[in-house]
């Protein structure tokens, strides 16, 4: 088997944790498994840079951030490399340049554009380790080293088990994988044993502090294989993130996801001008806007109500468009006190019936449903927020995520 | 005038430092010239990495240290970068790979092949001023990080300097020059305005803490002139270091050197076979033992008594050597307590005298020359080690450097 696997932040944060993630791939490689292991910089050490920078200048330019803060993986890089050598195992650190990352040059926030895999097809020909310096690559346009911006490391993994066809992408974190719901909201929240991509898509928070969207769309793209486990327990199995064909016998729902950072925007009587929706969210877009669900009723006299939520922090934004818009509504308010409640599963497709027990569920606590949007494996509802947790647990228990 | 410019690990050691180079940097550049800057890790940095990487081992791999620590000066290049850029200059850091430095592939002391200058051309061309990453290039055959060793940087910027045929190579330490001899021993010493590549070199002792001879062979291969100047009395001008030819009226003697890390070697009553000194000597070489001076005289029975001067730090690998020709020889011993004191000039050549006044400076204070030892430019002598800082000054005196 080729692996590929990235160590974060916190994974290679003092010289001891760095140690302890060359004994995991030392066990893999025992284990007869090829090993390319991706980077992040020791935590702290970006910030430090970033510090150093801003000492400078408050705005300093992103093409020599990108220089300045991509020495950080290359530490960590030969740091870890140095330790499998010491320990009889043939490594190599490579810069994401020598491992034949290509991108955009738009600095600090590149995309990978290819990957030229011949430099690591003929280091691990030679039975080689090979540790890259994730977060980074070359620009095409300018040959100059470039960054990928948040998440870095992890696409740099992805991307590179897409290009080189590694039979799995291990993501390490302090997090031993996905679960069914925040287990600090309900306790009895249980690990995933796997998971489709879109399903993680879906539950993005559940994953929020282990597994950016951008990387699982790209592992879906590229049909790789993610793993989310632990690097401070790496006995522990983590959760496959797979596509949906591989996974037997899906569970209807997998897992409940919250989103407190909404808000909901109320429009009351809009007037009764053709196309003045579609206006509303036409400028809400252009103003940067990320509108999620909307529902729009008619009222008695002809005119309408719109409710919509936004994020939290787009609520300036939003606030700044809906003023050109007053004149034509009788009333405009904003609710943050609510939060998105969502089910979210493969298994719904295929069976009826999963919508009518959220909504029964909810109805027992006495909770209100402000506006509800469904899709093919995702049911998403906006309560009151002081019911979150509430919500959260008997959703976890109705569909016995815990079993 | 393109100036090519080096800071030193002092020189940059701060955040503070490093504005301070921005503000030298940018009164050449107000002042009309172009601007390649050469920069080192901070002081400490290196250290730092070193010691990261003997956590994991005592004899890490040269390849992964090369990765290791040439990161250190593409951080200063990125700050010194956006130092300049904030304040209205265009500027952009470059590695040793971007620049153009190609490499042998002997990691941690890897030699300069040749420069690329395409990439500096055209961005001096675009009006910035360049900062490179010292210490470090990529090997043509790996096409790997490489570092270049002790006085890594200096080299960088000579051989940029020569390669982009640069006008003048400014070595900027935090010493202001190159003296007459140690101002620690003679107050009275002089910073000398310029001196040839040849003198230079001879006078290694005198440039110790600001010039590497490897970087002087470098400069007078390439007839870049060199000039050692301070970045922190960036107004006090240096010592230029430049080719016999451009210094006119030569002083018959430029300085006075010491070196107190010299043993004496006395073998006396060595055996009377043919080739018995040229046996001892190649076999001194091949265990890598750096001779100096070397004096034979014969005895009255026919049989030689033979002096000579090692390095302190060869003195085990001499007396392993010495061992062997033990039954040859009637008695050797080893005397630590003695120095060389170097007399260097180019004015000598064309100047009787120069000797003879140096033997009766030391005959006047009762100093005993044990050996002596003269080059067209040089005349070295060997005396006790207590009389060193006495015959130092009475040198200094009779030449009258202090004028």
Redesign the interface.
Known sequence: MLKVLKFGGTSVGT?ER??NV?QIIKKIRDNGDDVIAVVSAMSGETNK?IE??N???K???N???D??L???E??T???L???L??QGYKA??M?G??AGIKTTSKHTEARIESIDTTNMKKALAEGNVIIVAGFQGVSVDE???TTLGRGGSDLTAVAIAGAINADICEIYTDVDGIYTTDPRIEPKAKKMDQISYDEMLELASLGAKVLQNRSVEMAKKLNVNLVSRSSFTPDVEGTLITKEENIMEAPVVSGIALDKNQVRVGMYKVADKPGIAANIFTSLADADVNVDMIVQTVAVDGKADLDFTIPTGDQHKAKTVMESFAKDVERIDYNESICKVSIVGVGMKSNTGVASKAFKALANENINIRIISTSEIKISMIIEEKYAELAVRSLHDVYELDK
Do not use: C, D
Request: net charge positive.
């Open positions: 010289l760095i140690q060359a840079l150093y920078a000492h400078f200048s705005n300093p330019s093409k020599e951030l220089m300045l991509s020495s950080g290359r530490v890089s030969a740091l490399s140095i330790a050598n010491e190599t650190s810069s340049r020598e040959n100059r080293v």
